[in-house]
Structures are given as C-alpha cells and as structure tokens.
C-alpha cells in the first residue's frame, strides 16, 4: 500500500456522504471530527507547557485520533507517514469509508489495527479494495461494513499483488465458497501465499500426509492456515503423537484438532479418557460439552 511522503490526498472521484444517523451521540462526534474542538483541544495534555513547540494543526490532528478512540502514539509509531499528513486528508479517508457504508464507531476499532490505512491513497488504495469486494467476491454494497470489520488488514493490502494471487491460489486448492472467503476466512486473502499458505501445507506434508490429504484438511479446516507452526501445530502434534499414540487417518477425518487448546482442552481431557480406561474419539472427546463429556465418562466412552 502507498506509505510515501506527502501529499497523501487524491482526488477522489466518490460521492462524500455521510450515511443518516439518528444516534445523537454519533452526530456529536462527527461534528467533532469535522471541526475545530477548542474546548476540548485546550484541555488536552498536548496544550501543556512541555508540548508548548507542537503545532495547533498537529494537535487538532491528535486530537482527532483520541475523540475516534485511536491511540495516537501507537498509530505514529506504527505509521510514521501520520506525522506529516494533513487534518483535512484524514477527513477525506474518514468520509470516503464512510460512503462505502462503514460506521463512525467502527472507525477506532478500524484505524487502530490498521493505521496504515489513514494515509492510504484513495484513489489507487481503497478504491480498488472496494472494486475487488464487490466484482471479484460478490459483496453487494450495503455488506462492505461487515466484510471490513471482520478484516480491516483488507484496506492495507493491494489488490494486483496480494488479494488476487491469493484468491487464485485458494480457488486453485478448491476454495470455491466465495461468500465464505469474504464473510468467513477474510483472512485467508491477507494472507502471503508463499510465506503462510504454501509453508502450511508444505508443514501437513511432512507430518506425512499426502499433498491430497493436506489440501482436503484445510478446505475442512480453513483455521489451519491461520494457526502457527511453532506455537500450535509443532506442540499439538508431537502430543498427539507421543502420548495419545494417534493415527494420521485420525487428524485426516478431524483436522479441527489444531483448533482446541492443548492445556485446556486435549491434555486434561486425554488424561482423564486414559484414567477411566475408554475409548472416544477425538471428535467426540474435544466437541462435546463438559457435560457433555462428565455424561460419556460416566457411560465408560458411550
């Protein structure tokens, strides 16, 4: 996505309005998005003599990432283009997404993830995320707000070189849920193609699946390519091959075992199956209930 140096505003060929809210409070606040807050601005900490070098304009700039919820010091540090981009260019991004249908309060969740996002091109950075929503994946319109909350990282990644090759790499495996992908497993299209999706498969293989099998788990189990090698599938699997002395064909039928936690799901459970001196299997262990499970330990395994 385009981080350089000013100026950060296109212009953008959108219509700029605002969506009708009846919610008094949300009209205060964009009323204090769009204005200069001298009241507020005076109380601020930054008005203090120790910040008397900083300049009105960044301080109302400031000002503005607070009232939406931002943390400003972590949205400059993480974005340091921030810096020198102007109040009014925020204000165009601001009004931009919400034409496309996105809310005032969603705007800190939005922006603290992705501050990136505040000093996007419109033009050549969102536009394009919003046309690749709505004629590569079939997102209407009125949806874009649900799609953007589930994955915000959607409006920092470009489309020719991140969220295309990655929707055609998905749909080569089989992904042909498209309303999943957008609605479900965004993340999936976020995601590096070489570095995550092919390292996770190429992971499944050498546990000695076939690459047949693996491409099946993960269709099953979309999760798979989000959850880390080191921190969950290494520990899970040497568990479950260690101590519950399971088969491949077990993980095969139910690859959402990557799923559960090792501490607080598998290990007690498992503990407590071999205490009792059962048999269950290992969906039936880890998805039922506690109640559930106290019921079938009870039965002897069911």
Known sequence: MSTAAPPFCSSPSFS??????????????????TTKPKTLLEKHPLYTPTHSKISLQFKEKILCLEIMGVDSGRALSQN??????????????????QSKGIHQKDLGRIFGMCPQILTSDIKTDLNPVFNFLSYDLNVPDQNFRQVINKCPRLLISSVRDQLKPALFYLQRLGFK????LAYQ?????????????ISKLDYLVSLGFSKDDAVGMVLR???????????NFKPKFEYFDNEMKGELEELKEFPQYFAFSLEKRIKPRHMEVVQCGIEVSLPLMLKSTDEEFRELIRQGGG
């Open 185 to 197: 497993d965004p993340i999936l299209l976020v995601s590096s193609v070489e570095k995550t999706l």
């Open 177 to 180: 849920d498209l309303y999943a």
């Open 221 to 231: 189990c979309p999760g798979l390519f989000t959850f880390s090698i080191e921190n």
């Open 16 to 33: 700029a309005q605002r969506p009708p809210s009846g919610d008094s409070s949300s009209k205060s606040q964009s009323n204090l998005l």
């Open 80 to 97: 340091p283009s921030l810096h020198t981009a102007s109040l009014h260019c925020i204000q165009q991004i601001i009004t931009f997404l």
